[in-house]
Each structure stands twice: as C-alpha cells, then as structure tokens.
C-alpha cells in the first residue's frame, strides 16, 4: 500500500498539499479509498479517503499503530556540508534508509558551503523514510555552529565521538571502542579537517578522537561509514555477541 | 603529490591516453617534473616525465613501493544491477574508498537491468582509487549470470552470505556471525528480491542467508552497508574486541 506523510495527521486529518496532490491527481485515489499515512514521529495510520480535495484530501483514521526504530541507542551524526550539494543529499538518503535519529550539518571553520537549505533534503528525508518503509523521520538541524553544537552535546546522555583525519591527534577506532549500547554522537569534519581549536574544543567537551579504518573517507562516505559501522555494532551487542 | 594510473606501468613507463592529456594537457607538466603513478595492484611509482607527449607521455620509475590494503580477508560484493545506473556508479565510487577487492555485477532473474557497460564503472574505479590514496582497484566484473557466480565461489577459500528480505527463510544477522576473520563474499540481490531458486542455490552451495539490521534498504544501500558492517568487524576483530 502506498504511504503518505502528514506530520499533524493526529490533530488534523487532511494530507498537506503535495501529498494531496499525489493522492488525487497521480494516484487518482477516490473517496472510499483506503491508504496509509506516517506522521514522521512513529505513528502510522489506517486511514480512508473522505473527502478527495486535490489540495487538501480529507481522511478518517480507522486505526493507529506505532512503528518502534530498529535500533534501540539515539543516533546522532553531526557532519561539515560538502560543497556539492548531491553528495549531502545523497547522504540524507541513506542515513534516512539505514536509521538516525537526527542529522545536523555543521558550521565549521573550514566549511566550504555555510548554508544548506533544509526544504530539499526534507523531502529527500521524508522520501527515504516512505521507501524504507519507517514511520520515524529524522530530525533535521542546518547551519549549526559546531562550537555551539559541541556545546549542546554537553547536556545529552550520550557517548560523543569526534572523526579526525590528523593523526598528530591520538586516535581510537571506532569499532573497538563503541560498545553498542550508549545513545551516540559522531561529528564529521569538512573536507579540509576540523581546525585545530575546533578539535581542542570537543576533546575538552569530551569527544574522543577515532578513525574508521585506515583510508581517506570522503566527508559523506566518512558519516555513512560512522552510521553503518554504529549499528553494526548496536546489532552485534544485542544479538549477545 | 597528483597521482596517476598506469596498469602497465612496470613493463611499460608510458601514461595510458587519457592520464598522459591529464597530466600534460591539463596540468602542464613539463620534462623533469616529478610524479607519482599506482598501477591498481598496490604498486606506487615515483617518476620522473621524461617526454611530456599529450597522447602518451614517458616517464622515468625512480623508486617503487607497495601500498598494502588496510584489510585483511579479501572481500567480495556481488550485487544485481539497479535500474538505475546512477546508484551503481555511486556503489562502485564507495565501495572503492571504503575498500573492496571485487565488485561483481550479478545477471538474476529479476534483474531490471541485465547489462552493465563496464568502461564508465572502471573510470570510477580508478577515480575513487586515486582520490582515497589506494593503489588497489577493485576487480570488476560485469554480466555475470547469478548460478554461475554461486558455483565460481565453491573454489573460494571463503565465507559466504547472502543477503535475502524474504522472512520466510531463516536468517541470521550479519553483525552476529561474521567473525572478521575470514575472505568473505556476499551477495546482494535486485530490487525484486532473489527468486526462490537462485536463493535454493546459494544455500545448497553454502551461503548463509543473512539481515543486515530489521529495515528495508534499497539495493545499493544494502551493498554499501554489507561493506561497511564488514569492515568494522574485521577491525573489531584486529583490535582483539
């Protein structure tokens, strides 16, 4: 059955407009209809078509369900923006797929691109999360200062990981030292590496410097690896291993 | 330092075509520059331009070093095609950096795609190679028809998986039986799933079907993720976790 998205679905039941308009005009569902609908935060919806308004379709719900994440530990991955605006998007997509709790694309001192205008990669976010078949999309923050983002870090429950290319910087690996069970942060840097103060600043703030594995990673490959690499080992501490 | 690509390097110290207009056409060296050329099989040359030929420079070899891979067992991803030929340059760009020694590109029965042109894909190859600072290209095979490969892979010294979404086959979890000791190749199907007799075949032939985490993942997704688990336990493992 196709899914639709409607993050207010509970509180009012019509389909926002694009994805009224899918309904309607693509699809051409009709009044009577019955269709699925997710609110991004777990709750998937049986619903049917009430009332077929191509900018604003009507449904009642028939019944509710909640779709638990597949991983227990929040995932947090905290990454630079490349320049090239695919390789984010790409990025939002398969973190999206494979699971994450929030996705923050950092300011840093080296940044090549500042901005990342959050519209297109939340509807890339909402795409993924519909193919995937979740009902959970990931929380999005953009143009986030790192000093401050390193800041905020400091009041979660959460084991903190900082990715470093500079090996002047004693490094663990990633795989040896995460255990699977800590809600967890992973910071990535810019293509030209975090600045030195920057570096300074989440080790005082308590990330622990790590590499994934003996290669230069892209800034996307790095943060994917970081996700895949995360639940991985969520998965193997979990299945006793 | 620009490195370039020679696969011939060692018999014959000539730039193929396109790397000699790339490095005289393009960046304008001149006779006596120094560069380094890999030629794919782990070897790293540091030459000399003898005769700066926009078609086919000559260089001097002034010293040779191997650049061993950062893995261990070798490692083999074997995938049915995606429609869309985007997400398997994008596969082949990844899986290059992240570390692979073979990409199999699979004919299945529910393939969508059957063939692949395996010129663009070898350009990304060496592309990725050179930019992740590796001077191992992954092999690469194209059209490879499914039955074929599972019976090639019985003179494997090797584990092997196969990644399969149908539940009604028992399955384990790849992060809980993957020691990160042994070559490994795994198998990962089109995005209609592996018919019942291709998934027949590879557990006669001793694959293990297994999940990588409880989520629908789109054919490449899964590929990249199946590398990515890989590795982390193979570093797991070299870590003595």
């Known amino acids: 059955m196709i899914r639709f998205y409607a993050p207010d679905i509970e ?12 309904c309607v005009r693509v699809l051409r569902m009709r009044e009577g209809d019955t269709l699925e609908i997710v609110d991004g935060k777990g709750g998937l919806y049986s619903c049917v078509l009430k009332s077929a308004r191509p900018k604003a379709a009507e449904v009642e719900i028939t019944s509710k369900s909640t779709l638990d994440r597949h991983w227990k530990p929040e995932i947090i991955i905290a990454v630079a923006p490349t320049k090239n605006t695919d390789r984010m998007e790409w990025l939002a997509e398969k973190a999206t797929e494979i699971g994450v709790d929030k996705l923050v694309f950092l300011n840093c001192e080296r940044s090549v691109r500042k901005t990342t205008k959050p519209d297109r990669i939340e509807k890339i976010l909402v795409s993924a999360m519909k193919q995937s078949l979740k009902a959970l999309k990931p929380e999005l923050e953009v143009d986030v200062p790192i000093l401050e983002f390193i800041d905020d870090c400091s009041k979660l429950d959460a084991i903190k990981y900082v990715g470093y290319c500079d090996a002047s910087v004693e490094r663990r690996d990633f795989s040896a030292c995460y ?4 809600n967890v942060v992973i910071l990535i840097g810019p293509e030209g590496d975090f600045s030195p103060s920057e570096i300074k600043a989440a080790i005082s703030a308590g ?10 990673l892209r800034t996307e490959t790095a943060a994917l690896f970081a996700l895949c690499a995360t639940h991985t080992l969520i998965d193997r501490f979990e299945s006793g291993r």
């Open 11 to 22: 509180s009012d039941p019509v389909l926002p407009e694009a994805e009224s308009a899918h």
């Open 207 to 216: 990330f622990i410097p790590v590499t994934f594995g003996d290669t230069r």
């Open 179 to 182: 255990s699977g069970q800590e």
